[in-house]
């Protein structure tokens, strides 16, 4: 029994290791028969991608940031010095309600750096003796002793010793002004009675208060003003301190009178 128990496992063994032999040699030759030398082996779902074609990665050049130091940093912004300021202002002198006093310190609320007192009289009366005098000797702001020349027309006599006589022509009201070494300013030149073309334009004016020009006179004031340039200031004409509200704004800093002529006459003042 058993030696022929061992002969038909011997057979079967014999005959399971021929036809794992054809199957093996069957896949090889399939195998061979796909793969060819000129043959590229392509990635399923990546159409494009081929071994052949895959190059590498290029190398990225890292530069190294150049050293921040105090030396290498860029210069800041210059700063833009400003000096603001009123040059048409009335107090108790004459006709403002407001005091000396409280209009100095609402335009240092204002930050203002200049102002012009300008009432429609010069130290003619006790009171007015002592706003001139005040203003004269101010050492919180730069305070410049003026007068509102109300005549025919108003003009400010700016940075004056002495009063302006108010009967003169326009003409000779500058010429007595530039005599003192104020500036002669032109205010309110279209309200009642309004400046002539030729008072405000030829008779020697330093300025105008271009903020009093009506909507209604700004093309012909400004088409004059291309052919007799005049400098504009832009005043308040405050007669108490809740009006102190249209003020100038010139570059650079402000602490004389001469500082502010400059900056009128040589246009930094807007
Ligand atoms: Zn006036
Ligand atoms: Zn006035």
Known sequence: MVPRKLFLMSIAFL???????????????????????????????SPNLSLVTLTPAPIRQITATPTLSLANLPSPTPTLV??????HMHTTCSDGSSTYELMVKRA????YAFIAITDHH??????????????RNEKRI?????????????LLAVGISKSVDKGLSIKA????????????????????????????????LDAAECSAVPPAERAHFLEMQQKYPIHCVF????HNFFQMQTFNICSGKITTFEDLKNAILQNHCW
Request: contains cysteine; glycine residues 6%; proline residues 5%.
């Open 15 to 45: 005959a399971l290791s021929v036809v794992a032999f054809l199957l093996g040699n069957a896949s090889q030759n399939s195998l061979a028969a796909s793969l060819t030398p000129s043959s590229t082996l392509t990635v399923t779902g």
């Open 82 to 87: 400003i000096s603001m300021g009123d040059l």
């Open 108 to 111: 240092m609320k204002l930050r």
């Open 122 to 135: 010069f130290a003619d009366t006790t009171t007015c003796r002592q706003v001139i005098e005040s203003c």
């Open 142 to 154: 730069l305070c410049i002793p003026s007068m509102e020349v109300s005549g025919k027309r108003h």
């Open 173 to 204: 009201q500058v010429e007595a002004i530039h005599k003192q070494g104020g500036l002669a300013i032109a205010a309110h030149p279209y309200a009642i009675p309004p400046y002539t073309d030729d008072e405000l334009f030829r008779s020697g």
């Open 235 to 238: 005043d308040s004409d405050a």
